[in-house]
């Protein structure tokens, strides 16, 4: 099946930092998203982004189908954005579930 | 968007017990799915909850041990059955509304099993 990795694993920036996440894909997908689990648990839907660029608000997340990879981006980050992000695909002529990668632990201090 | 309600939010079981979460959407939605998060890992899809048949599983979950029903598009409820302390996860319930769309999620549910 798709593997999906994401990069870093773990990363904690001071308030106000800039930050890229990157999520690598190893098959042709034709569904992308990024979702963002609080420290909570309630995981959010990010972007829907199966090529192409996104910005909503101070996130904003690309990808670039053809070299199979999308990274989102997180400017000017606050404490409220530490959580785990994840990127999940769906492979072309595949099944229609979406595949997780592990995650990137984001932690903001102030 | 969609509005989804799951609960209970958490619970404490003991072994050889079942528990059933209940997942309420505010609209009728054509695929719901439950993912189970175990401690500090990613998502894994447990199951596809079809509305008028039987739920597809994935590799590794069996019926026995995960029955789900969905009786209507709009309302799926997963149940773990004898659970044993491996089981102890959060469990989510997620919509879509079928083909290349978002897919959302309820709140889970933090399930410990003693």
């Given at each position: 099946g798709i593997q999906v990795e994401q990069s870093p694993p773990d990363l904690i920036l001071q308030e106000g930092a800039n930050s890229t996440l990157r999520c690598n894909f190893s098959d042709s997908v034709n569904n992308l998203q990024w979702f963002h689990q609080n420290p909570w648990g309630q995981l959010i839907n990010l972007f829907y982004i199966p090529s192409g660029t996104k910005q909503n608000g101070r996130l904003s997340a690309t990808t670039v189908a053809t070299e199979r990879y999308s990274l989102l981006y997180i400017s000017s980050?606050?404490?409220?954005?530490s959580g785990v992000y994840f990127c999940a695909v769906v492979t072309q002529g595949g099944s229609e579930k979406l595949v997780f990668g592990k995650g990137t632990k984001l932690t903001v201090n102030p | 968007s969609a509005v989804i309600s799951q609960k209970p939010s958490r619970d404490i079981c003991q072994r050889g017990t079942s528990l059933t979460i209940q997942c309420q959407v505010d609209s009728q939605v054509t695929m719901m799915f439950w993912y189970r998060q175990q401690p500090g890992q990613s998502l894994t899809l447990i199951a596809t909850a079809n509305q008028g048949s039987e739920a597809t599983y994935e590799s590794g979950f069996v019926i026995d041990k995960f029955p789900i029903s969905r009786p209507n598009l709009t309302f799926s409820t997963l149940t773990v059955s004898?659970?044993?302390?491996?089981?102890s996860s959060i469990y989510l319930c997620s919509v879509g509304r079928g083909g290349n769309e978002k897919l959302f999620f309820g709140s889970g549910t933090q399930l410990s099993v003693l």
């Open positions: 980050s606050q404490t409220t954005d | 004898n659970m044993s302390p491996e089981d």
